[in-house]
Structure formats: structure tokens, C-alpha cells
């Protein structure tokens, strides 16, 4: 999955190929809380049928996309097929455009609906999003991997501590290391939507 916005971003995992008349029920489902707002993004409406309890939460415009699941490569798929259960088929990827808190727990709110929905799993686009131990800076982790896998390890942790079931995929990243990221439940995310750190990965 490779978005770029401004905003967080995540994907739901389905194990069955959409049709044409399933990916219009979708829409038709999504339209009792939001509003289209162009060719795959979406405007909220009605924030208390996604369960926020904010009166008027200030969110901006949503991708949401239904396509075709594609594995990076071999690896990735048997991982994801021995550790999930599942080989995903459809995945919905959804981005924020706006980098706001509300835009962080709309997101999550509409991942874990789409979960529970059409029984999918979540894939967070990286590890569980934590703030980085004191001595490791989050750009030198990000650019050049300094740091990183006790970034990693304190994210390990707290997921551990959410309830539901989560999953560690591992993938090859830019500079030629392992790094992982969690795939989870919707009972998982419901979880983390609850903790004072809550937030997505941007």
C-alpha cells in the first residue's frame, strides 16, 4: 500500500475479491455517515453512527479505496497467509488528507467498522505508532534506521498490553534491513482508539 497525504493512513484486509455490485454496497453503507466528496473521497456526516463522541469533530476529506490486495513479493505472502490466517484478496486503503487528532480517530473508527463488517483484518502500515525512547531520534530511525528496532521494541510492548490479536509482518525496507509492521483486529484497534497515546501512523 503506498499513499501519500498529508494525513495517517491504513489499509482493511478482506480474503474474497469484490464485484462491481459489492464495491456499490459499500458505498452505499458508507454514505449513511459520510458525504462523497469525489472520485473515491468522503466527507463526514455523521460522526455518531462511527461512534465519536466529539459533538463536531473537525476532520477533512477521506480516501477511501477499494482495490486489489498486491504482496510486495513471495515472502510477504506466505507470511501474511502463516501468521494471519488469511491471503488477503481486497484490500480498502484508507488516507486522510488533513493531519489532525480527529483525522487520526476517524480513520481508526472507519477501519475498525470495515473490520467488523466484512471481516477483515487492519494493516497499520507499520508498527503500532508510539513515540520513540528518549535517546532515539525519530528522524534518524526513519531515515537511516538508527534506533530502530528499540522503536520497534516499545511499540512490540505496548501492543502486547491492547486486547485483541495483532500480527508482525516483516518486509525489506529502502536501506536493505528487516523491519515489521502489525497487522490487527478490529477488537485490537478498538483497543488502542482507548489509550492515551492513540494515534495512527502518518
Known amino acids: 500500500m503506498l ?11 478482506l480474503p474474497s475479491e469484490w464485484t462491481a455490485d459489492d464495491v ?12 462523497p ?6 466527507v463526514l456526516r455523521e460522526p455518531r453512527k462511527l461512534d ?13 479505496e477499494p ?23 481486497t484490500q480498502i486503503v484508507l488516507a ?11 480513520l481508526a473508527q472507519l477501519a475498525v467498522a470495515i473490520a467488523r463488517r466484512y471481516g477483515g483484518l487492519i494493516d497499520l502500515d507499520g508498527t503500532l505508532p508510539v513515540p520513540p525512547p528518549p535517546d532515539v531520534s525519530a528522524l534518524s530511525a526513519l531515515k537511516s534506521g538508527t534506533g530502530r528496532r528499540r522503536w520497534e521494541e516499545r511499540s512490540r510492548a505496548t501492543i502486547a498490553t491492547l486486547h485483541g ?14 523491519a515489521v509492521r502489525h497487522i490487527v483486529d478490529a477488537d485490537l ?12 501512523v502518518k
Open 24 to 35: 456499490r454496497e459499500f458505498r452505499v453503507w458508507l454514505s449513511e455517515s459520510l458525504s
Open 37 to 42: 466528496d469525489g472520485d473515491s473521497w468522503w
Open 96 to 106: 486522510a488528507a488533513v493531519n489532525g487528532k480527529d483525522d487520526h480517530r476517524l
Open 3 to 13: 499513499v501519500i497525504v498529508a494525513g495517517p493512513s491504513a489499509a482493511v484486509l
Open 189 to 200: 484497534l478498538a483497543s488502542w482508539l482507548q489509550h492515551p497515546l492513540f494515534q495512527m
Open 165 to 178: 490479536r495483532w500480527h508482525e509482518i516483516p518486509y525489506r525496507t529502502a536501506w536493505d534491513e528487516v
Open 67 to 89: 482495490n486489489a490486495y498486491e504482496p510486495d513479493d513471495a515472502d510477504e505472502e506466505a507470511c501474511l497467509t502463516r501468521a494471519a490466517g488469511l491471503l488477503p484478496i
Open 52 to 64: 465519536m463522541a466529539e459533538p463536531s469533530p473537525k476532520t477533512g476529506p477521506m480516501l477511501i
